[in-house]
């Protein structure tokens, strides 16, 4: 996982660096422009060679030093650079306004209305950076033809090909650490935007938020030079875990945590299906079992010894005509499923795909999160039993046919691991008394509204107009909802963030070199839920088990590519983990 920085956090690494002595401001400015000019040669190699003109708009802080030394470098290079100010030059801070100087020892500073694009081939944003605190007006300048660069040239009046833009450090309107837009009062709503953005260090939180990756074009990142030194203590590790946000990457797995390899978890004893877990994922009534089917594959291709769909015994029927490798079997209400969790070798569940919001379906909830009791067995087999299934209708539970025990917030013996999506969450948002039952184990995994219905009050917050920066954050959101909830929240998206109630957090990006927009069909929802309940029942911790199955559910559609539906995404699994090695 990569670690993405807040504006604050990187200013701290920045200030940091040149207390002690390692670098100058200066100096990590100029390594900063040169950063960006061999950024904009790597992208666009045909601009190396042959003499081009480039439009710098610089901004009144440090960003806007950034853009001096670029529009200096340019001009070394043999470029024709024209250099425009967004405030005033008197009022610079001491680096930029030191290359400020050096820059009109070589050419004009313009105001910035009066920036012209025509014939230019790079036009670079230094307006605002990381210190972006308010929305401001755009300049007229930038107010007609600007933004529509970006859109293929549409209405571009010059005589050649319209310009790339390149932000430096991110596109000047987008607040650092939300990605989001900080609004003003100008009626005019142009959108700034780049085809490049780059960055220093490492990549900010707001890279991978709302509206920066559209915005931004690709995202370079430019290696300052500046050593972040090592934590010492297993403590100090654990309080940065739960201060940063990570980026899902590629999973590393060590020898200490579950592997998706199917490892034999005690080497002297064989392995079997058992091993692995067993997930079993609640469906709905006849005519809609298709999610839960869709989850319940996706479960079993990513890993778990057993999948059991268990559905009304009126779904038997449909459900049997549909499903081979995974088991069937009829599950009436939440005394049935009560009972059926006497065997602890089921250790995941799913509930929410297709499952419908009724009685039954709210008992099943109640059940799932170890608030129903068990009913002691009736003689003759209850009247929700049915199905194929090979398993013992009583576990070898020491309980018996005791009431299972009340699993509060993560307490008592085996709180199951519960994927809770679609339905199921609306039933949560409905009754708080499902929703106390939340316990460290689950998963919750909304999307936008359903996020709205589970926490009215944080979505309002994440839906108010962006003023002042930094911004409520979709981040800020996720954690506060997983705190709430006490359990890992996953907030869908293509920029999906997963949040855990001690602070540790992630986004796994479908942006950048990982869109995947075909990834945004009906049933994706379902299998993403799967793969979740999936890993759980392999062993995954429920913050681990949400991370890659996220990163893996983008990986499959990825590797299908365009035309990609539901179903084909589990089936893609076996490819991918291939290509990963597993
Ligand atoms: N932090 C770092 O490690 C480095 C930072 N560098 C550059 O420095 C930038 C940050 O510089 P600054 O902190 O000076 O911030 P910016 O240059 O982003 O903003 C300048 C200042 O403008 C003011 N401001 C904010 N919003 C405004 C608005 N709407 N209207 C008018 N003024 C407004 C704020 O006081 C802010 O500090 C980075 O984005 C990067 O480009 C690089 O030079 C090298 C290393
Ligand atoms: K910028």
Known sequence: MTELLTAAQMRAIEQAAIANGEVTGLELMERAGRGVVEAIFAEWPELRAGTFRAVVLCGPGNNGGDGFVVARLLKEWGWGVEVFLYGDAEKLPPDARVNYERWRGMGEVGWIRAADFNRADVVVDAIFGIGLSRGFEIPAALNHEYHHFLRDGLWWTGETRPPYIVAIDITSELDADSGRR??????????????????????????????????????????????????????????????????????????????????????????????????????????????????????????????????????????????????????????????????????????????????????????????????????????????????????????????????????????????????????????????????????????????????????????????????????????????????????????TVIAAPDGRCAINSAHYDRAAPWLATAGSGDVLAGFIAGLLARGFAPFDAACTAAWLHVECARSFGPGLIAEDLPEELPKVFRALGV
Request: charged share 25%.
């Open 182 to 495: 900080l609004e003003t009062s100008q009626e005019w709503g142009g959108e700034m935007g780049a085809h490049l953005t780059v960055t220093f260090h490492a990549p900010k939180v707001g890279h991978y938020l709302d509206s920066a990756p559209a915005a931004g074009g690709r995202l370079r990142v430019v290696d300052l030079g500046i050593d972040v030194p090592e934590l010492d203590s297993w403590d100090e590790r654990q309080v940065r875990q739960r201060q940063i946000v990570q980026r899902v990457e590629r999973p590393e797995w060590n020898i200490w945590g579950p592997s998706l390899t199917k490892r034999n978890p005690e080497p002297s004893a064989p392995a079997h299906k058992f091993s692995h877990g067993h997930a079993l994922v609640l469906s709905g009534p006849p005519g809609h079992g298709g999610a839960g089917r869709l989850a319940a594959r996706g479960a079993l291709r990513i890993g778990a010894g057993l999948v059991t769909v268990g559905c009304p015994p009126e779904a038997v029927a449909e459900n049997a005509a549909r499903l081979d490798a995974v088991m069937l079997r009829g599950v009436a209400d939440g005394e049935v499923l009560a009972r059926v969790l006497e065997d602890r070798r089921i250790n995941a569940l799913c509930l929410g795909p297709g499952l419908g919001m009724g009685e039954r379906e709210a008992g099943l909830v109640a059940a799932a999160l170890g608030l129903a009791e068990c009913p002691p067995p009736p003689t003759p087999p209850h009247k929700g039993e049915g199905g194929r299934d090979d398993l013992p209708t009583r576990g070898t539970d020491a309980s018996g046919g005791l009431p299972l025990p009340l699993v509060g917030r993560g307490q008592g013996r085996g709180a199951r691991a519960v994927v809770l999506d679609a339905d199921a969450l609306t039933m949560l948002s409905r009754s708080p008394e499902l929703f106390d039952a939340l316990h460290k184990t689950c998963v919750l995994t909304p999307h936008a509204g359903e996020f709205a219905r589970l926490f009215p009050d944080i979505a309002a917050k994440l839906e108010a107009p962006a003023v002042r920066g930094p911004a409520y954050s979709k981040v800020d959101a996720t954690r506060e909802a997983a705190a709430r909830a006490g359990c890992v929240v996953l907030f869908k998206g293509p920029d």
